[in-house]
Structures are given as C-alpha cells and as structure tokens.
T-cell receptor, first 115, second 109 residues
Framework: DAGVIQSPRHEVTEMGQEVTLRCKPI?????LFWYRQTMMRGLELLIY????????DSGMPEDRFSAKMPNASFSTLKIQPSEPRDSAVYFC?????????????FGPGTRLTVT | SQELEQSPQSLIVQEGKNLTINCTSS?????LYWYKQKYGEGLIFLMM?????EEKSHEKITAKLDEKKQQSSLHITASQPSHAGIYLC?????????FGAGTRLFVKA
C-alpha cells in the first residue's frame, strides 16, 4: 500500500492567490482528516470527513478555507485568497474506524509558504 | 491543544540514556495515542492505550496510561539517534483526535 498521498509536497505562492492541496487516502479507509501544523499552534484539526461527508469543520479558520471529498479516494483543501499567515505544513490523514483502534495514517504533508 | 499538556517541551539526552515524556489531560481519556514525527515528515503511529493501567511496548519504547486515565507517560530505554524527533500524544474525542503540542527529542551521539 502506498499510504496516504499528498500533493504537492511544497507550494510557494503569493498572497491573494488560490491554493489547492490534494490528498488520496489509503484505499478502504472511510475517514479522512485535514490538519495544519505550525510552530505556534502545533497540530490543529481543520476538518474531517466520514464516508465522504464532512462531519466537523469547526477547525476551519475562516471562509477562505474550503474542503471537499467528491469520492472515497480523493479530497482537496482550498485556500482562496491565501495570506502569509496560512503558511504551515498541511497534513492529510485517513483511518478505518472498523479496526477499533482509530489509528490515523498520515501523509507526508504539504509545506505551504505564502509570501 | 491546551486540553493536552505535554512535558517537557524539548529534551536533549545523551545516546544510551533513558528518558520519559508525559502527557496530561484535565479530562478522562477514553483513548490515548502516541505518535512520532521525524523533522519535516508526517506522523507515525506508535501505540494506543485505552484501559487504565494499560502498558504497551514497541521495541525500546514503552507507554502507560495511568489508572485514572488522565495521564500517560512514554519511556524510551537506551536512547539512540534514531529516536530523535517530535513525540505527540493524542486523545480521542469521538471521531476526532486532538494532539498535544509535542515534545522535541534530541539525542546526542
């Protein structure tokens, strides 16, 4: 299994531009999570999906952030317009609650820099 | 997360020494995870504890959840440079997991 796949691995963009981060969860996992990690705030849950449905988006910072999961094998996190304070590492993780452990498998992350 | 306090924030140990990292919650924990993150990479699952008093080991890493299920400790025996990284504890809240701020471990060869 290839694990959770995220793209791009690095993104540098100018303030005001639209940024789209992509995630492919592990096949068979029905929960997907988007996290943001910064030095100041640590690892924060932004949103999570269960069976492609957004369950809790209370961690999404503001309306500039949106996430979609059109099918079980793909999710996007979009920031429009981007701001320098959005610079962070964004992680996608997936899990299969059916295993009883809720272990989350993390992707390698996308390092976003907004200048 | 302020709901999970990790200590210490960072730790420098000499190779071969033992060390302990703590994770404390103000609420009862119904599931406690330990993850390791290598610098610049994603998180790797180490182990999960669910029952008060439960103790699990993985190679030279042992974690325990206290009887009251409000604190967990992670102990590394005979540390090696490969143990260096950020250790995060996470608590289960329904489908969500909240994470502590992490403990940065540096191992001097």
């Amino acid at each position: 299994d290839a694990g959770v796949i995220q793209s791009p691995r690095h993104e540098v963009t100018e303030m005001g531009q639209e940024v789209t981060l992509r995630c492919k969860p592990i096949s068979g996992h029905n929960s997907l999570f988007w996290y943001r990690q910064t030095m100041m705030r640590g690892l924060e849950l932004l949103i999570y999906f269960n069976n492609n449905v957004p369950i809790d988006d209370s961690g999404m910072p503001e309306d500039r952030f949106s996430a979609k999961m059109p099918n079980a094998s793909f999710s996007t996190l979009k920031i429009q317009p981007s701001e320098p304070r959005d610079s962070a590492v964004y992680f996608c993780a997936s899990s299969h609650p059916g295993t009883g452990t809720y272990e989350q498998y993390f992707g390698p992350g996308t390092r976003l820099t907004v200048t | 997360s302020q709901e999970l306090e990790q200590s210490p924030q960072s730790l420098i140990v000499q190779e071969g020494k033992n060390l302990t990292i703590n994770c404390t919650s103000s609420k009862t924990l119904y599931g406690l995870y330990w993850y390791k993150q290598k610098y610049g990479e994603g998180l790797i699952f180490l182990m999960m504890l669910q029952k008060g008093g439960e103790e699990k080991s993985h190679e030279k890493i042992t974690a325990k959840l206290d009887e009251k299920k409000q604190q967990s400790s992670l102990h590394i025996t005979a540390s090696q440079p490969s143990h260096a990284g950020i250790y995060l504890c996470g608590a289960v809240l329904g489908f969500k997991t909240i994470f502590g701020a992490g403990t940065r471990l540096f191992v001097k060869a």
